[in-house]
């Protein structure tokens, strides 16, 4: 991450997660980031995270800058090898995100911008399980 720490996904569990693979020059990633920020604003009081990983080829003074400059307020890494989209079934496009339910488990995969709405109920209703 950014701030030098680590996350792997078994810190994951226990939580819901959205996990969004993003570039800065992704103009699709750059216009979505502001809904990532208020659905993980909406939901971490009730055990929802929020991860954003910038592809390898993204710059990463460009991401850095990005974080800093829109106040992102979750985790963003940067994939400098390309391991973390290879380990997540080979992302190549951009947004790509995941949601994990608190056991660590994917139930959905969005290639392109989510439907926000739909992506609301699918973590209200993860949160609500046990």
Known sequence: LLDGSSRTTDSMKGKVTLVNFWATS???CVAEMPKITATHDKYKARGYDTL???MSYDPPSYVVNY???RK???GV???NTGAVARAWGDVQLTPTTFIVDKRGDIVKRYVGEPDFAD?????EKLLAEG
């Open 52 to 54: 954003a990983v910038a």
């Open 26 to 28: 992704c103009v699709t």
């Open 72 to 74: 992102l307020p979750f």
């Open 119 to 123: 992506l609301h109920r699918l973590i």
């Open 67 to 69: 974080a800093q400059t």
């Open 77 to 79: 890494a940067i994939d």
